[in-house]
């Protein structure tokens, strides 16, 4: 059993697919992915989110406003609540600070980022959260509006072992895309054998960041069995301890999604 803890299902490039999501999602099936978990990224998208996840019992669903989607027009604690009635949502996100791409927006995304958390804390639902060149203004803002009950994920991580020794204190845990399999991330692969082996996740973040040898290729679900090929050997443990590992650590930080 493998679970791809990130994706973005409605993005997906499906030409070798005929079009078709479902060949794409049994694909993964055969490769042991047994769960996937499609994350939103605004409100544009939220409906297309939900509408796969409920098609896909294998499938589970977020809601929230990236950072690098943000508007003046700050999501609202109230909308955050409601959209996460919808069935199958499991977490919030993804959420948090994006100063590589997105450094002018700096300030309507903290006030984002802020009612994530706080809606976070009040449903205990745990936070997505991406995080990149903004290391101490994500920590400061998960110590001052996030609740360790409600901890959730720094996924596709790419930042040192101190942001990440810092989020696993506060509860998070850090979720590894197929960038760790990159030639150039040497300092991402000795995070990735820090890592405790019960807050490690893997992911795809398809369709980006298709791990080596697909890199540069549309990325899918099915992809995520390279990336946990990679840690386990970086880690020096079987393909198979670590993915049972990283599917009960997605089973225990998202625990409205079921392994039955
Ligand atoms: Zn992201
Ligand atoms: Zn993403």
Known sequence: MLVDSHCHLDRLKLENHDDALDAAISEAGARGVSAMLCVCISDENRAAVLDIAQRFPQVYASVGVHPT??????????????????????????????????KDSAEVQQASFANHLRVGAKTGLPIIVHTRDAREDTLRLIREHGSTESAGVLHCFTENWEMAKQAIELGYYISFSGIVTFKNAVELK???????????????????????PYRGKPN????????????????????????????????????KASSA
């Open 69 to 102: 989607d943000v508007t003046d027009a700050v999501v609202s604690e109230a909308a955050l609540l409601e959209w996460a009635q919808s069935p199958k949502v499991v977490a919030l996100g993804e959420t948090g600070l994006d100063y590589y791409y997105t």
């Open 190 to 212: 000795d995070v990735a054998k820090r890592v405790p082996a019960d807050r490690i996740l893997v992911e795809t973040d398809s369709p980006y960041l298709a791990p080596v």
């Open 220 to 255: 899918e679900p099915k992809y995520v069995r390279e990336v946990a090929e990679y840690v386990a050997e970086l880690r020096g443990v079987s393909f198979d301890a670590l993915a049972e590992q990283t599917s009960a650590n997605f089973y225990a930080l998202f625990n």
